[in-house]
């Protein structure tokens, strides 16, 4: 049997074997049939069985390094489905906010801290796919992360910066050649001592966010440093500190120049928090299958514990929330896709309007999640807290998803600021 595996035995076989991928996907996907098209219910079952057949045929336990499974992964198209990606000869159908969302929801359920991973690839790969202007080390980038070939990682966070953010410390000097020479630290970069790219922020003058600049470095380039930091809530996750000296930037990977650095910023946070949110909404319901499956198995006092109030009413009140959940995060997401479908882009008012939704959902889903994963643990009992299933690994991951991605203060705060401007339009 494959799957996740302890140190030693806890749970018995018998409800171990319906904790399977196999099973959990399937409570899933009764829970969504009816909202969702046909074809991204196929996308999500054929992501499903990709993962499944993945995990059986590499007898995976879920303790491995992850980061070795994306080109694999990757050549199977599942890193990003946001776009097409016709600029870097990919065809991908279907592909948008709905179809990112399925996949994440396939991913998550096979393991959470390698979808948590892959996430900061797709944000680094989309915004470069932003800016590439056709230049041909933008384009090899994009397509060596998209395919899983190589890991991204996106740098902002600064150990004297983190939620002022645009304020930065790390600077950026125009050399006579028209290359940049990097100055300074970053800290917190999901993937970053994994990374192959990173897309890095700077300003020319300290303090100063108008000043930013965007780049995209080859994180083999001398001046490139990362450190590993430890976070034992994601022992699997690398997340990092980064040191740049005199990192020289090439002209052609000056995405954004000075000026440009802060819209660039902002342009993909909106994206970010909202993948974030179906990060939360996965996280949720795996562990609601999770507790669902064993509360219909685990017996005491000669009754499954499911049939007690105590178990019974709490857990449907979980499930009852994430659906919800689910059901405003396939709303946005179809909101995003109609307009994309239509337009070709977001328009600007639309955006706007998205950076209040973004903070609203991605705020309200992490607390959500972190409160669904552990409530749950807490109804399997022991066997929620040992290491004989992935809800370990979703009770550390649920934890970090208010910090990252802006913490959920500053999240209160945009929405504070939103309502201010909103009254001001009375
Ligand atoms: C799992 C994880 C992954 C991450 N991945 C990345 C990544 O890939 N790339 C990247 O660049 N960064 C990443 N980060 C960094 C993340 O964005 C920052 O940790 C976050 O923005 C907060 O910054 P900080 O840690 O410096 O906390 P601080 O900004 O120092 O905040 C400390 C506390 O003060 C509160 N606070 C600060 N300012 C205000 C205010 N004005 N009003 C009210 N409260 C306030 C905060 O909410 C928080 O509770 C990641 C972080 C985590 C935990």
Known sequence: MSGKK?????????????????????????????????????????????????????????????????????????????????????????????????????????????TMAIEATTVSLNSILLHHDDFKIRLKAIKELVTGKKIGCICITEPERGSDAVNMQTTCEKQDDGSFLLNGEKIYQTNGSKADWAVIYAV?????????????????????????????????????????????????????????????????????????????????????????????????????????????FPLSDLWAQTTSLTLATLNICKMIDDKMEQLGTLPKDFNLALGTTASQLKFLSAKLSERVVYECANLMGGAGVCDNTLMHDLLGISRLQEIGGGTRQVQSYIMSSALRQLFKLL
């Open 204 to 312: 020319t003058e300290k303090n100063k966010g108008n000043t930013m600049a965007q780049f995209l470095v080859d994180t083999s380039w001398d001046g490139w440093t990362a450190e590993r930091i430890n976070i034992p809530w994601t022992p699997r996750m690398h997340l990092s500190k980064e040191y740049f000296v005199n990192l020289k930037i090439p002209p052609e990977c000056v995405l954004g120049k000075p000026g440009e650095g802060r819209s660039h910023l902002f342009e993909g946070l909106n994206l970010e928090r909202l993948f974030i949110v179906c990060l939360n909404t996965a996280e949720a319901w795996n562990a609601i299958t999770h507790a669902v499956i064993y509360a219909n198995m685990r017996k005491q006092f000669d009754k499954e514990i499911l049939k007690y109030q105590g178990v019974g």
């Open 6 to 114: 302890g140190k030693v035995q806890c749970i018995d076989n018998e409800i171990l074997e319906k904790l399977s991928l196999t099973n959990r996907n399937k409570f899933l996907n009764y829970n969504l049939m009816s909202f969702l098209d046909s074809i991204h219910l196929q996308f999500l079952k054929g992501a499903q069985k990709f993962f499944e057949n993945f995990e059986k045929a590499n007898y995976i336990t879920h303790n491995e390094d992850f980061y070795e499974w994306m080109p694999e992964i990757g050549n199977n198209g599942y890193i990003s489905r946001l776009y097409k990606y016709e600029d870097i000869d990919l065809n991908y159908e279907p592909h948008g906010m709905t179809t990112e969302f399925m996949k994440i929801l396939a991913m998550d359920f096979f393991d959470p801290q390698l």
